[in-house]
């Protein structure tokens, strides 16, 4: 079983899209408030029926009903509002998030457990300390959503097919995100090759902004980002062992430990099977070492 909790737009579309790819037989959405995840799968249990596709999505407000989870996603907390920083979201979030995950430790010990609550990088972080579990167990969705983005204004800068196109984006899960046109490329021909720095740098402005673009323009994201939960755990049920940026803690890699933020893994069943570390240039490491002081200063006012 895969649980979800928090079902909400982004929690209801990582259902849906997981039911979709039918990455387990069973879905269970959870949510303090009443009625909510019942009813978003009741709606998700209508289309599938159409489709013919047999995956039972059940909707709960109680945590013991996560037990024997193979995968919890934590999508609950509070949403990012119209003109709001990911890091306005920190104090009310770091204690969703402890509650939420000490129920999973309690119920579902021996999960893997995905965060996607903002702000993602300390959230990650709260998620690590208080579930106690190893960190090949624990890592959060930031990345997949950056480069999802980053991807679409390769193609619009390039007019090459989507499906030629691979993307990277690493550091922080926010304004001081790092997409790195370097290690992005056209059916595998470097980025590079195709646009001038000064393309790539506005690509790159392009790709840190637009997240605020969406919510000004209809309040939130939500099918990027459910669409990128699916991608991850499509990674680990089909043991695809992609290399797909997520958010796990540093333990020495690319020079600090005692933080998380996102870098470069290899995903499979066992979780993360590998960390990549990116030979980066000196722009590059200075907008990921941004990253790192910004999501350490977040931790330092989080009581865990």
Do not use: C, W
């Amino acid at each position: 079983m895969i649980t979800i909790i928090g079902s909400g737009k982004v929690g209801g579309d990582a259902a849906l899209f997981s039911a979709l790819k039918r990455l387990d037989d069973e879905i269970l959405l959870l949510d303090v408030v009443d009625g909510l995840p019942q009813g978003e799968a009741m709606d998700i249990n209508h289309m599938l029926s159409e489709q013919g596709i047999d995956v039972d999505v059940k909707g709960s407000n109680n945590f013991a009903d996560m037990e024997g989870s193979k995968i919890v996603v934590v999508v609950a907390g509070s949403g990012r509002k119209p003109g709001m920083t990911r890091m306005d979201l920190l104090k009310i979030n770091a204690k969703v998030v402890k509650s939420v995950v000490e129920n999973v430790k309690k119920y579902a010990n021996d999960s893997m457990l995905v965060p996607v609550t903002n702000p993602l990088d300390p959230m990650a972080y709260v998620a690590y300390k208080v579930s106690g579990f190893e960190r090949n167990r624990v890592f959060g969705m930031g990345g997949m959503l950056d480069l999802s983005r980053f991807r679409q204004f390769i193609h619009e800068a390039t007019g090459h097919s989507r499906d030629s196109i691979r993307a990277l984006v690493i550091g922080e899960h926010g304004e001081n995100m790092v997409p790195l046109p370097r290690f992005s490329s056209v059916s595998g021909i470097p980025l590079t090759s195709f646009l001038s720095k000064e393309k790539q740098d506005e690509l790159v402005q392009n790709t840190k902004q637009v997240a605020a673009k969406v919510i000004e323009l209809k309040g939130a994201t939500v099918h990027a980002p459910g669409n990128a939960i699916s991608a991850i755990l499509e990674s680990i049920v089909r043991d695809r062992k992609q290399v797909i940026p997520v958010t796990t803690y540093l333990d020495g890699e690319y020079g600090h430990s005692d933080v998380s933020i996102g870098i470069p893994a290899v995903i499979g069943k066992q979780g993360i099977e590998k960390i990549i570390e990116l030979d980066l240039n000196e722009e590059e490491k200075q907008s990921f070492d941004a990253g790192i002081k910004n999501v350490r200063e977040a931790i330092s006012q989080m009581e865990i």
